[in-house]
């Protein structure tokens, strides 16, 4: 007998029924996400959460987004994160995200405004570590968030900004800290909501099969050379930015905020990705270590992208030459038989519209193509 009410017995299983069909995985996992926030310890729903991820047309379609910004041999361990924080951004259905865009909830997409500015500059932290691998950002970014809740007169606010702002790019752990002071310190139904989604994903994003595996930054070395020998390093790149901050005289006051030593002992402890359980992939990655580095033939997105833009067909494919082709799934994608069929009329589409959303190459035209 489940020691758990019966209702969320219910919910798992509606999220199961959800999931059998194309696109669903999102909404199923949502299902799941509400169970762990008012019982955070139950398996079933967290291990069912993973066994949605699974879904082969899933990893499809995430693999064919995330690579529309990040190639697949890109193993630089800052890359590594902003394919998490896509991930999470392509399959969040908290309730939240869509609610800041509504009247009377500016505070929540903006902060609080008595510490805009203090806001904004630990966000600029955050974004350098995000955009351009500045690790450093993540050390100075928190102690002025710190500040800024410490000061506003709205901290529930300020805490919620905050955690949305970790989660929103990648970093897990930090928002699951902020999530937690917020829900010990604030009794609201919605931050519990998101608290467990991102701890879920702080535990288990390693193991998500769309992403390639987490490297440091060979694979990427080894394909510039052939790309372009004198493209910058990362390190090149960050030395810059800093220069051309202090140029301006606009850069912060940056103090670490963990010695060196602790934070190497800390990283020494922790296990590698590779160490932890339920790791075996579900695609077979080895054509990254295989690939001869040479242009090739772009994959279906790309194409679609040079149909939708003729004036710019070349300059798309020349953007992409080294973006690799995803092979689908061999089954068409299981549709709910409850779904209302598309009607292109109805966003003032025609026949030849459907043409980008459907694949021209193939025979048979009636099951649309993946972005």
Request: charge should be negative; hydrophobic fraction near 35%; glycine fraction near 4%.
């Given at each position: 007998m489940s020691d758990y009410p019966e209702y969320v017995e219910r919910m798992l299983a509606q999220a199961r029924?959800?999931?059998?069909?194309?696109?669903?995985?999102?909404?199923?996992?949502?299902?799941?996400?509400?169970?762990?926030?008012?019982?955070p310890d139950h398996r079933e729903a967290s291990a069912l959460v993973y066994?949605?991820?699974?879904?082969?047309?899933?990893?499809?379609?995430?693999?064919?987004?995330?690579?529309?910004?990040?190639?697949?041999?890109?193993?630089?361990?800052?890359?590594?994160?902003?394919?998490l924080a896509l991930s999470f951004r392509f399959m969040s259905e908290w309730v939240g995200w869509r609610r800041e865009y509504e009247d009377g909830h500016e505070i929540e997409k903006d902060g609080p405004p008595d510490v805009a500015a203090l806001l904004d500059q630990g966000r600029s932290e955050l974004l350098n570590a995000y955009c351009l691998g500045d690790e450093e950002c993540?050390?100075?970014?928190?102690?002025?968030?710190?500040?800024?809740?410490?000061?506003?007169?709205?901290?529930?606010?300020?805490?919620?900004?905050?955690?949305?702002?970790?989660?929103?790019?990648?970093?897990?752990?930090d928002a699951t800290e902020v999530l937690l002071e917020l829900c010990g310190r604030f009794d609201d139904a919605s931050p519990r909501r998101l608290l467990a989604e991102v701890?879920?994903?702080?535990?288990?994003?390693?193991?998500?099969?769309?992403?390639?595996?987490?490297?440091?930054?060979?694979?990427?070395?080894?394909?510039?050379?052939?790309?372009?020998?004198?493209?910058?390093?990362?390190?090149?790149?960050?030395?810059?930015?800093?220069?051309?901050?202090q140029e301006r005289r606009?850069?912060?006051?940056?103090?670490?905020?963990?010695?060196?030593?602790?934070?190497?002992?800390?990283?020494?402890?922790?296990p590698?990705?590779?160490?932890?359980?339920?790791?075996?992939?579900?695609?077979?990655?080895?054509?990254?270590?295989t690939d001869d580095g040479q242009p090739g033939?772009?994959?279906?997105?790309?194409?679609?992208?040079?149909?939708?833009?003729?004036?710019?067909?070349?300059?798309?494919?020349?953007?992409?030459l080294w973006s690799r082709p995803i092979k689908p799934p061999s089954t068409p994608p299981r549709r709910d038989p409850n779904d209302t069929p598309f009607d292109p009329g109805e966003f003032g589409m025609d026949d030849d519209d459907l043409d980008f959303y459907y694949d021209d190459d193939d025979d048979d035209d009636t099951e649309p193509d993946v972005f």
């Amino acid at each position: 007998m489940s020691d758990y009410p019966e209702y969320v017995e219910r919910m798992l299983a509606q999220a199961r029924n959800v999931a059998q069909y194309y696109c669903g995985q999102a909404a199923a996992a949502s299902l799941c996400f509400d169970a762990l926030a008012s019982f955070p310890d139950h398996r079933e729903a967290s291990a069912l959460v993973y066994e949605l991820f699974c879904d082969e047309w899933l990893i499809y379609d995430n693999r064919n987004a995330i690579q529309q910004n990040i190639d697949e041999w890109d193993d630089r361990p800052w890359q590594q994160r902003r394919r998490l924080a896509l991930s999470f951004r392509f399959m969040s259905e908290w309730v939240g995200w869509r609610r800041e865009y509504e009247d009377g909830h500016e505070i929540e997409k903006d902060g609080p405004p008595d510490v805009a500015a203090l806001l904004d500059q630990g966000r600029s932290e955050l974004l350098n570590a995000y955009c351009l691998g500045d690790e450093e950002c993540t050390d100075f970014a928190w102690p002025i968030f710190m500040q800024a809740i410490k000061q506003t007169s709205k901290p529930y606010y300020a805490l919620l900004w905050v955690a949305k702002q970790y989660a929103d790019l990648g970093f897990f752990a930090d928002a699951t800290e902020v999530l937690l002071e917020l829900c010990g310190r604030f009794d609201d139904a919605s931050p519990r909501r998101l608290l467990a989604e991102v701890r879920w994903w702080r535990d288990n994003a390693y193991r998500l099969p769309w992403l390639p595996p987490a490297g440091d930054g060979s694979r990427y070395r080894r394909m510039m050379r052939f790309i372009d020998p004198n493209a910058p390093s990362d390190e090149e790149q960050i030395r810059r930015l800093r220069s051309r901050m202090q140029e301006r005289r606009d850069s912060p006051d940056r103090k670490p905020v963990i010695d060196s030593e602790l934070a190497a002992l800390f990283a020494e402890a922790l296990p590698a990705e590779s160490d932890m359980p339920g790791c075996k992939p579900l695609v077979d990655w080895s054509f990254l270590d295989t690939d001869d580095g040479q242009p090739g033939e772009v994959p279906d997105w790309v194409k679609k992208q040079m149909r939708l833009f003729p004036k710019h067909a070349e300059e798309i494919k020349q953007m992409h030459l080294w973006s690799r082709p995803i092979k689908p799934p061999s089954t068409p994608p299981r549709r709910d038989p409850n779904d209302t069929p598309f009607d292109p009329g109805e966003f003032g589409m025609d026949d030849d519209d459907l043409d980008f959303y459907y694949d021209d190459d193939d025979d048979d035209d009636t099951e649309p193509d993946v972005f």
